[in-house]
């Protein structure tokens, strides 16, 4: 079995190759937004996903004309393809990618495997900032509103039936052990536990050690074995909607579910909420 959309992704070798190419844009964005500056692929642009991604001060993000402008200013125009990587298997990365498409940009791919694997293959970093390019503009094309789900979309279709829930996140948080991974104290939720139904699929599990995807037969074998296919609705969520971006990419793109959507507002917006069910424990 090969992956639904094979173009979702490219290799180290292959971009490595191509570092030179003006058709294409190669991005980081990372956990650790200073990461770029420690080090990053020859060419490559930042993005803050603090501070570019997000409409502050409302949790929200930016809208379309605002990336476009955005992509602008960065040298970056419409008839390139966008390369985005980043740390820790990619999970920022893939929430830029599910932001990118949400907003209507579909020449977009993840380096397979991010940071991780091109650092251990020795491949080359620096600490050179690109020069800026001029760029002949940006324009967006047709938004994708229903690979995005909002908590009301979660209330109606979910927790009332209708949609399968995958909880990303650790054992520890799905049961209500932890609110949060233990470096990210940040946002936290005022309760603890999952939304009832959900299936608990750690994001991570759909890497493998050198942060590459598993082939597609393994991420097939691993969704089937926990409920979840292809021929129903999937909400993927987690805590902030970045690890939730990871499995929504493995569902939609490399494995092809056609009516997968990312839950963005995750738990501390669904474990905010008043007057809704929440469980805790461990998955049946």
Known sequence: MTYANPNALVDT????????????AVIEVDEDTEAFHRGHIPGAIAMDW??????????????????A??????GIQDDQRLILYGGNNNWFAAYAYWLFRYRGIGNVSLLDGGRV????????????????????????????????????DVLARAVRGGARLVDVR?????????????????????????????????????????G???????????????????????????RIGERSSHTWFVLSELLGFPRVANYDGSWTEYGSLVGVPVETGVAA
């Open 50 to 67: 603090k501070l570019e991604l997000q409409a502050t001060p409302r949790r929200d993000f930016i809208d379309g004309d605002t990336l």
């Open 69 to 74: 402008s955005m992509l602008i200013a960065k």
């Open 170 to 210: 650790s054992p520890a948080e799905f049961s209500g052990e932890t609110m949060a991974p233990p470096h990210l104290p940040a946002e936290q939720p005022y309760v603890a536990g999952h939304i009832p139904g959900a299936a608990n699929i750690p994001w991570s599990q759909a890497a493998n050690e050198d």
């Open 117 to 152: 694997k091109w650092e251990e293959e020795g491949r080359e970093l620096t600490k050179e900032t690109r020069q800026r390019v001029e760029s002949a503009g940006f324009k967006l094309g047709s938004a994708k509103p229903l690979i995005r789900a909002h908590r009301d």
């Open 13 to 24: 070798r292959w971009l490595e190759a191509r570092l030179d190419d003006p058709s294409i």
């Open 212 to 238: 590459t995807f598993r082939s597609a037969d393994q991420l097939l074998a691993l969704y089937s074995d926990a409920g979840v296919t292809a021929d129903e609705e999937v909400i993927t969520y987690c």
